[in-house]
T-cell receptor, first 111, second 119 residues
Framework: DGGITQSPKYLFRKEGQNVTLSCEQN?????MYWYRQDPGQGLRLIYY???????QKGDIAEGYSVSREKKESFPLTVTSAQKNPTAFYLC??????????FGQGTRLTVV | AQKITQTQPGMFVQEKEAVTLDCTYD???????LFWYKQPSSGEMIFLIY??????QNATEGRYSLNFQKARKSANLVISASQLGDSAMYFC????????????????FGRGTQLTVWP
């Protein structure tokens, strides 16, 4: 079955530590996105990529980094520069103007 | 300015009744798409319905319909015959087209409406 797989489902980060969230899709979609969700805030765009080896900052890119070396993969690294990383992270993909399909999400907690 | 505004933080509806969730949007682009997603407590985002700015008729998908009023820039979701399983957070979203060949693709989301269906 085609879809988007995010891993891990739960992630704990220590202060000052970088962590990487995985996002893989087998839908052959060109575009991929990372969103952050906080309670009462809706979804905010972190980064997005339209094609391999290219990506753009979204509204809240500070403290995050991404790569797009393969069409299927769009990992997100939460760096130590992100001071408040505790949130729910959602990865999505789409083709052109159609709806975006989402993964199951990763809940990141700072301990 | 907010691209998507959802003014109802919470809504309650009795099972089998219809409910309308409000959404207004802001864009100067003549080409855009409007989407509704459902997010149950598990966190996954489930696509419900899509309306294109050039579509002449309101979109419908089963029990879901979109009341599209272009001049008012509103795209309200109507759920008919509510079920207990409809209890979830609902998000309205928009993608601006910048022409039919647009590749920008990003979705702007509202803050959501928490719908509770009671027996």
């Amino acid at each position: 079955d085609g879809g988007i797989t995010q891993s891990p489902k739960y992630l704990f980060r220590k202060e000052g530590q970088n962590v990487t969230l995985s996002c893989e899709q087998n839908l052959n979609h060109d575009a991929m996105y990372w969103y952050r969700q906080d309670p009462g805030q809706g979804l905010r765009l972190i980064y997005y990529s339209q094609i391999v080896n290219d990506f753009q900052k979204g509204d809240i890119a500070e403290g995050y980094s991404v790569s797009r070396e393969k069409k299927e993969s769009f990992p997100l690294t939460v760096t130590s520069a992100q001071k408040n990383p505790t949130a729910f992270y959602l990865c999505a993909s789409s083709i052109a103007r159609r709806e975006a399909f989402f993964g199951q999400g990763t809940r990141l907690t700072v301990v | 300015a907010q691209k998507i505004t959802q003014t109802q933080p919470g809504m309650f509806v009795q099972e089998k009744e219809a409910v309308t969730l409000d959404c207004t949007y802001d864009t100067s682009d003549p080409s855009y798409g409007l989407f509704w997603y459902k997010q149950p407590s598990s966190g996954e985002m489930i696509f419900l319905i899509y309306q294109g700015s050039y579509d002449q008729q309101n979109a419908t998908e089963g029990r879901y319909s979109l009341n599209f009023q272009k001049a008012r820039k509103s795209a309200n979701l109507v759920i008919s015959a509510s079920q207990l399983g409809d209890s979830a957070m609902y998000f309205c979203a928009m993608r601006e087209g910048r022409g039919r060949g647009s590749t920008l693709g990003r979705l702007y989301f509202g803050r959501g409406t928490q719908l509770t269906v009671w027996p």
